[in-house]
């Protein structure tokens, strides 16, 4: 028998499941949908509270880390798709000249931002600040909502990355059109590929100039690092799990050899 196979007991095939025939009744299906929403809805609250409080904690850590050299550079690229992201010696050369790292949320819809990059002098643009925007486009229901004491309006129960975000392009300033990053190391998508996925990601500050973010490093920048900016730049987050235990795998010269250099795009729920 095959290793990881398990033999079913005698006579298991036979048993009646008793979970097999569970109904739903109409009025516990609407019951399930309304605390559903009562859920959304608590949770939303909560998030926008937690926004609140951290915020000037964020402003603190924001002071203490332009005392650090690299501390951004460090902590970005410690993020295995933000490293992913920076293939060339020259984005890694740009991204040494950064200073500081802010994300600043809407403030009616908490789950949009707005990104910014601050640059110090550098050989590459004139840019001091570099932003890219994901704007919440509100829904034409939305137009007649009002919101609850909480803020909460009814479309925001519904909110949808893919259908009520639009992300922002922002036209970098080079020194040098001709030795653009974006233009010596351009974006390639996968044309196989019915989803708009990343072939080849090119330069780093693609991100900015496109109105794209196919593999969503926005959330990732926004949802991961920048809130635990200093676990990346310590190295104890984003690293790669190993599973120690599975020495069956290493005995096994047949096993399919994983690429961890490049980490598979996933949208990300918010």
Not at 49 to 59: S, W
Not at 171 to 195: S, V
Request: hydrophobic share 35%.
């Amino acid at each position: 028998m095959a290793n990881g196979t398990k033999r079913a007991s005698p006579g298991a095939e036979d048993e009646k499941n008793p979970l097999q025939n569970v109904e739903l009744s109409d009025e516990n299906a609407k019951k399930l949908t309304a605390i559903q929403r009562d859920l959304a809805r608590a949770e939303l609250v909560l998030e926008r509270q937690a926004q609140k409080t951290l915020r000037p904690v964020y402003e603190k850590r924001r002071e203490i880390i332009k005392s650090i050299p690299a501390f951004w550079p460090v902590a970005l690229m410690n993020h295995s798709l933000f490293n992913f992201h920076v293939q060339h010696n020259a984005d890694k050369t740009a991204l040494s000249c950064l200073e500081d790292v802010w994300v600043e949320k809407d403030p009616n819809e908490h789950r949009c931002f707005t990104i910014e990059f601050h640059f110090k002098e550098n050989q590459f643009f004139e840019d001091k600040v570099i932003k890219k925007e994901f704007k919440f486009v509100s829904p034409p229901a939305a137009a007649n909502e009002k919101p609850d004491a909480d803020g909460i309006t009814e479309s925001m129960l519904d909110f949808s990355w893919e259908r009520d975000v639009e992300a922002s392009t922002t036209k970098i300033n080079w020194k040098d059109a001709e030795k653009a990053l974006t233009k010596l190391y351009p974006r390639k998508m996968d044309e196989d590929d019915e989803e708009d996925t990343l072939a080849e990601p090119g330069s780093f500050f693609n991100f900015f100039e496109s109105s794209t973010d196919p593999s969503d490093l926005g959330l990732t920048i926004a949802n991961e690092i920048f809130p635990e900016a200093i676990e990346y730049f310590l190295g104890n987050a984003g690293g790669d799990d190993i599973d120690s235990d599975s020495e069956e795998e290493d005995d096994d010269e047949d096993a399919e050899e994983i690429d961890l250099e490049k980490p598979r795009s996933k949208k990300q729920k918010v």
